[in-house]
Nanobody
Framework: RVRLVESGGGSVRSGGSLRLSCVAS????????MGWFRQSPGKEREGVAA???????NYDDSVEGRFIISQDNAENTLYLQMNSLKPEDTAMYYC???????????????????WGQGTQVTVAS
């Protein structure tokens, strides 16, 4: 059974940085497409960044140039480096994985089958 555990959230001021981590366990053999998503109160969950096993990445326009997704396969850990944070980045952040048969770093929530519990990011102005 796949388990995803996020950490690294917190409160920062506008312009600050945070690095989120997601430790994955329960994967067997091949690597999955992994993604970061976020949800703020009253809004739908949205894709932030995703990475395929071959290293291809995909970013939402709102974070392009500010956030960097990466993964350490040896440590089974997914990261999201968030720089130049803005108040509108405030949300609960989730990591997720796609089923093995898919290879594209999609940002659609419906494409992902396994989810972590989330870590809160708050950016004050």
């Amino acid at each position: 059974r796949v388990r995803l555990v996020e950490s690294g959230g917190g409160s920062v001021r506008s312009g600050g940085s945070l690095r989120l981590s997601c430790v994955a366990s329960g994967f067997t053999g091949s690597r999955n497409v992994m993604g970061w998503f976020r949800q703020s109160p009253g809004k739908e969950r949205e894709g932030v960044a995703a990475v395929a096993p071959d290293g291809r990445t995909n970013y939402d326009d709102s974070v392009e140039g500010r956030f960097i997704i990466s993964q350490d396969n040896a440590e089974n850990t997914l990261y999201l480096q968030m720089n130049s944070l803005k108040p509108e980045d405030t949300a609960m952040y989730y990591c997720a994985s796609r089923s093995l048969e898919y290879y594209n770093p999609s940002l659609y929530t419906t494409d992902y089958s396994q989810w972590g519990q989330g870590t809160q990011v708050t950016v004050a102005s």
